[in-house]
T-cell receptor, first 118, second 118 residues
């Protein structure tokens, strides 16, 4: 299994440009999520999905869109990039809404995407 | 709202010694999970240890153990026989175990940067 993959690893955008961060997992996980990591802030939840066709907002959703058309993929779209969106973005997945009821399950994180908006 | 606080932005320890990282949290939930994640310079998020709130026994994983004090809402991480490879940012995280939409979402502290010195 490749686990959770993210592309690209690095990206530089100009203010106002749009782009999509890709996230895919091959573990048949129902639950997927996007976090952003800023210096001194830890990780903050942007959007999450509990299954194909179902998404919801996290703590910091403004400026981002998501969709979940398949179990495997959960892309994050920046509609009009702003310098405040300069961050490292992590995608994560875990098994089902009852994931935490299983003693051995956990969230698996992708390697991250470093985004700079000029 | 749940919050996670890590009061030690940076710590250092000599190789082979023991170090304890602190974490406190605030929640009105009775059932939840607590985690410690390690983030080395590669930025990959690696699960170190997890604790179910309904379990009184403290979790252990090889050199890593926790001191979970539910009444005090405290969840510290002890690293024994510290190794150079333990140098990383460590994040404490909380996840509710309810059946609502927020189940599975992680709430992170701001992190503690640990340096292990030879």
């Amino acid at each position: 299994n490749a686990g959770v993959t993210q592309t690209p690893k690095f990206q530089v955008l100009k203010t106002g440009q749009s782009m999509t961060l890709q996230c895919a997992q091959d573990m048949n996980h129902e639950y997927m999520s996007w976090y952003r990591q800023d210096p001194g802030m830890g990780l903050r939840l942007i959007h999450y999905s509990v299954g194909a066709g179902i998404t919801d907002q996290g703590e910091v959703p403004n400026g981002y869109n998501v969709s979940r058309s398949t179990t495997e993929d959960f892309p994050l779209r920046l509609l009009s990039a702003a310098p405040s969106q300069t961050s490292v973005y992590f995608c994560a997945s875990s098994r089902g809404r009852g994931a935490h009821l299983t003693s051995t399950d956990t969230q698996y994180f992708g390697p991250g995407t470093r985004l700079t908006v000029l | 709202a749940q919050t996670v606080t890590q009061s030690q932005p940076e710590m250092s320890v000599q190789e082979a010694e023991t170090v304890t990282l602190s974490c406190t949290y605030d929640t009105s939930e009775n059932n939840y999970y607590l985690f410690w994640y390690k983030q080395p310079p590669s930025r990959q998020m690696i699960l170190v240890i997890r604790q179910e709130a309904y379990k009184q026994q403290n979790a252990t994983e090889n050199r890593f153990s926790v001191n979970f004090q539910k009444a005090a809402k405290s969840f510290s991480l002890k690293i024994s026989d510290s190794q150079l490879g333990d140098t990383a940012m460590y994040f404490c995280a909380f996840s509710p175990m309810n059946y609502g939409g927020s189940q599975g979402n992680l709430i992170f502290g701001k992190g503690t940067k640990l340096s292990v010195k030879p």
